[in-house]
């Protein structure tokens, strides 16, 4: 019997049990910390073995294959002493594809992923497909494909994860945006980082489709990388795009066949999500929408009543005339550039955390046309008092969700919008950025 260890016991991880399990494996789940108590009992009752605050080489090294959590390095010891003992290590999209006949959608980048696939798996939703959404959002692929019979999925997928996936196919492959992010995790080389997007269109035939942004220099530069040979969809803000979408005039077109004699058009005005950012969201699901021949009119009902996804440019409340926006998920300065861009009123600004390396600069000439007030929110602020303090009248320096909303909430005059939109991780203050992006909230409730 082959035998499959996991490693990392969150949802991906129980999810990847469970569909192992359920195909006859023999399975065993490690976790170097705590295992939530939920996943705890559903290992239980599938009598699947595991271990937790350790990983033991015993019950590792014997393993015929490893399922990785993505969020693990390549340099954590028993990660190496696999890598030395010639184990392959897959990631759990990959290992529930093996199970599935669905037809996957899938999508990469920098910024803009969680949005494009939510967004892409409303769409289609509304055109009534038997879909599933999974990835780096909601319930894993394992435990769907355990659970569900989809005939599509809308996958969300990171760079962590792409980097553990080899035989996997993307029947729509989408890259966002390719913008430098966790260089940390790939030896501070931006271009290991661009590989490693690119690897989302590895295995695609003629009869698939690769969606990419021809504004992003990174894509563009990179295309030499590609893995695959499928049907190129890219979309423009700047250009036209026979094949593919552009907005032109206030007007976004998009067609995907060159046998099309009626594009898809839709007023940009129409459109839920607002700011540059959006617009691209926008094209990347309609290009999708469209090359799956889903209905004109359903595609722009879909694209005019989406409700965005928690933390991103969430509207929270409208208090004494001052708006508050969570925009908690924005971990990284471009994130951030484009919420400030999307903003089109006087903005205190609430940001900080932990840094990644974060290169300020950017966002300067946008912070001096929008944000009047920046409260930090962070352990230590010293480099966005360097970086920003020429740049608006005030700067707060404060410890927690509560006192940063006080603060900004005393400061702001009616009109004016408090946007928190980090450009950090958050893990100085917080569990994570749904944590902050929560804790925000009900703050800015008991206002």
């Not at 599938?46 to 990785?68: M, R």
């Not at 910024?111 to 939510?118: D, L």
């Not at 694209?303 to 409340?317: C, I, K, P, T, Y």
Request: with cysteine; charged share 25%.
């Amino acid at each position: 019997m082959q035998r499959i260890v996991i490693l990392g016991s969150g949802e991906s991880g129980t999810g990847a049990a469970m569909l192992a399990k359920l195909k006859g494996y023999e399975v065993f789940v490690s976790d170097m910390g705590g295992i939530k108590e939920e996943y705890k009992n559903e290992l239980d009752e599938l009598s699947i073995p595991y271990e937790e605050n350790t990983h033991t080489g015993a019950l590792i090294l014997n393993a015929t294959e490893v399922i990785k959590s993505p969020g693990i390095p390549e340099n954590a010891e028993m990660v190496k002493a696999i890598r030395k003992q010639g184990i392959p290590i897959i990631n759990e999209i990959e290992f529930a594809a093996r199970f599935t006949s669905a037809y996957k959608i899938c999508i990469t980048g920098t910024n803009g992923k969680t949005t494009t696939t939510a967004l892409t798996y409303h769409l289609l939703k509304k055109a009534g497909l038997n879909v599933g959404l999974a990835g780096n959002i909601g319930i894993s692929m394992c435990r769907q494909v355990a659970t569900h019979n989809y005939d599509y999925y809308v996958l969300e997928i990171s760079s962590f994860q792409l980097d553990d996936m080899y035989d996997f196919k993307a029947e729509m492959a989408v890259i966002c945006n390719i913008t430098p992010d966790h260089l940390d995790r790939y030896n501070y080389e931006l271009q290991n980082y661009v590989a490693s997007k690119f690897r989302i269109t590895q295995n695609q035939t003629a009869n698939d489709y690769f969606i990419y942004c021809s504004d992003d220099v990174l894509t563009l530069n990179n295309l030499n990388i590609e893995k695959g040979n499928a049907k190129h969809l890219p979309f423009s803000l700047e250009h036209k795009e026979v094949l593919g979408a552009y907005i032109a005039s206030g007007e976004m077109i998009v067609n995907t066949n060159e046998k099309q004699l009626n594009p898809f058009t839709m007023y940009t005005t129409e459109l839920i999500l607002r700011g540059r950012h959006n617009a691209y969201n926008s094209m990347a699901a309609a290009i999708i929408a469209n090359a799956l021949d889903i209905r004109k009119d359903v595609i722009r009902e879909g694209l005019s009543d989406f409700q965005n996804v928690e933390h991103r440019l969430e509207h929270v409340a409208t208090i004494r005339g001052v708006e508050y926006i969570n925009d908690s998920k924005a971990t990284n300065v471009n994130s951030a550039w484009y919420a400030l861009e999307s903003m089109d009123k006087p903005t205190i600004w609430v940001m900080g955390g932990v840094d990644k390396g974060n290169d300020y600069s950017i966002l300067s000439e946008l912070v001096k046309e929008k944000v009047r007030i920046i409260v930090c929110l962070g352990v230590d602020n010293t480099k966005i008092h360097e970086a920003f303090s020429k740049d608006v009248d005030m700067i707060f320096n404060t410890k927690s969700a509560q006192e940063a909303v006080h603060v900004a909430a005393k400061m702001a005059k009616s009109g004016e919008a408090v946007l928190l939109s980090p450009a950090c991780a958050s893990f100085d203050l917080f569990k994570n950025y749904e944590d902050r992006g929560r804790q925000f909230k009900s703050a800015v409730k008991s206002l």
